[in-house]
C-alpha cells in the first residue's frame, strides 16, 4: 500500500500564496492534485509525470498554480499564488499507478492512492 502524506495547507488571505507537498512511500507513474469543497464533487487541480514532469493543469489552475517534483525527496509540491475564496477546499494529492491510455483521464476513480488530504481556506 503506497502512502502519500500532504502537508501545508492553512488559511491565507484572497491573493496571498501557499505551498502544498506531499510525500510518497512510493514513486508510480503520475501524481496529481484534486479539491472538495463543501458540497461539491472532487475535481482535479494538476498532476505531474514523475518520470520527465510533464504536468497537466485544470483550467482552474492554469496561470496561478504550479506542480512540481522532487523525485530524490518522492515529494511533489503545488505551489498556488494569486488564492482566490473560491480555492477553499480539501486538496488531496493522488498517484496513478500506470499508464491507462490518457494522461488526461483525470476522474478520481482512475487514481489507486490517495493522501488524507489539507485544508486551503482563502478568507479575509
Known amino acids: 500500500q503506497v502512502q502519500l502524506v500532504e502537508s501545508g495547507g492553512g488559511l491565507v488571505e484572497p491573493g496571498g500564496s501557499l505551498r502544498l507537498s506531499c510525500v510518497a512511500s512510493?514513486?508510480?507513474?503520475?501524481m496529481a492534485w484534486f479539491r472538495q469543497a463543501p458540497g461539491k464533487e472532487r475535481e482535479f487541480v494538476s498532476s505531474i509525470r514523475w518520470r520527465d514532469g510533464t504536468t497537466y493543469y485544470a483550467d482552474s489552475a492554469k496561470g496561478r498554480f504550479a506542480t512540481s517534483r522532487d523525485t530524490f525527496k518522492r515529494t511533489v509540491y503545488l505551489q498556488m499564488n494569486n488564492l482566490k475564496p473560491e480555492d477553499t477546499a480539501v486538496y488531496y494529492c493522488a498517484q496513478k499507478r500506470g499508464f491507462d491510455g490518457s494522461d488526461y483521464n483525470n476522474t478520481p476513480q482512475a487514481y489507486a492512492d490517495w493522501g488524507q488530504g489539507t485544508q486551503v481556506t482563502v478568507s479575509t
Open positions: 512510493a514513486l508510480n507513474y503520475l
